[in-house]
């Protein structure tokens, strides 16, 4: 009798410190850009050194991950590389660049509230590419989280043009990404399911993509500035290698953290833990990092958080009763099968002999 109640409460302790887990890099990374744009002004360069930094981890995990398996990790052909993978590179590329770049410019807060409307275009880009059906009740999703975004940023005593025009089109531009992240993820031949094996094909693209308008905008300044390639104090260089890559184990953090809390509970949970992670930046903002939010900046987060929610209720209600979690998504005669990173070897075992029996649900 006592086993229920203890399994219920393991499951709530497990969600809660997931969540928690989450909310350290999502959080974490947010303030520590911003702390570090007031007097680092290169957030390209450094997006470009978190790419190297996570496409270095996830190297190691997948080598890590084929020791401990003994099966092949998959590797994509050039062909497939550039043709299926370039796309959602260049947008995750610009995407992260440009929600950097307006660190120099606009607040937290302000950032916060207009990244929210990245949902907007990826339930239009999910109606583009037919990943998801139209329905009279996104009328209102649009409506409250345009509203909300418009009533925050008229009254905004903090407001910037050119970094708000960033973020909103690094949010245009996270809808592509995030509908194609889908795609390719879903593509089974492709044997990308795994978020490890993604990022680590991603990351090269992405760091490509971004060079050429890291060269135009910062090639020249990163060249003389003192803080990196014309360093006259080796301290000046080392702190900067020390927080850059600070940041980049954050940025990994946030993707593996993500994933744990997606597959260890539902993606419903993750969209409702950011509602609260955005409150609670919000509130962090204001609280230590002097950001200002008047009464009707508040209304108007309090809105769009609410368009949110709906858009939430009606996925939650039309796949009610569907399992978009792949546990293993191998083909029968594909040798690269995949492992979980969740998953013991004693259940990659038993999954292993009843593979015959297993339905893939998409």
Known sequence: ?????????????????????????????????????????????????????????????????????GKLRVTLSWKVYLSKVAPTALASALDIGL??????????????????????????????????EPNPFLIPVVLLIASGLFMFTLKSTQFNLEGFLMVMLASFIGGIRWTLTQILMHKAELGLQNPIDTMYHLQPLMFIGLFPLFLLNEGLSVSTTEKLFRVTELSHLLYSLLT??????????????????????????????????????????????????????????????????????????????????????????????????????????EDTNDEEEHEILH
């Open 244 to 349: 850059l890559s600070v940041g980049g184990m954050l940025a990994f953090g946030l993707g593996f953290s993500e994933f744990l809390l997606v597959s260890r509970t539902s993606s419903l949970t993750l969209s409702i833990a950011g509602i609260f992670k955005e409150i609670c930046t919000l509130l962090l903002a204001v609280e230590f990092m002097g950001d200002k939010m008047s009464m009707v900046n508040w209304l108007g987060f309090t809105v769009c958080l609410s368009g949110i929610s709906l858009h939430i209720g009606i996925k939650t209600y039309y796949n009610k009763g569907t399992n978009s979690m792949v546990r293993q998504l191998p083909g029968r005669d594909n040798p690269d099968i995949e492992l979980p990173l969740l998953q013991t070897k004693e259940d990659y075992n």
């Open 1 to 69: 009798m006592m086993a229920c109640p203890m399994q219920f409460i393991l499951k709530v302790l497990r969600t809660v410190g997931l969540v928690l887990f989450y909310y350290v890099f999502s959080i974490g990374i947010t303030f520590y850009n911003k702390w570090l744009m007031r007097d680092f002004h290169f957030p390209l360069f450094m997006t470009l050194a978190h790419l190297i930094i996570i496409f270095c981890f996830s190297t190691l995990i997948r080598c890590a991950m084929q020791s401990w398996s």
């Open 99 to 132: 929600s950097n770049w307006s660190f120099l410019f606009i607040t937290i807060s302000l950032y916060t509230m207009t990244k929210s409307s990245a949902v907007l275009f990826i339930l239009f880009f999910s109606l583009v590419f037919k990943l998801e």
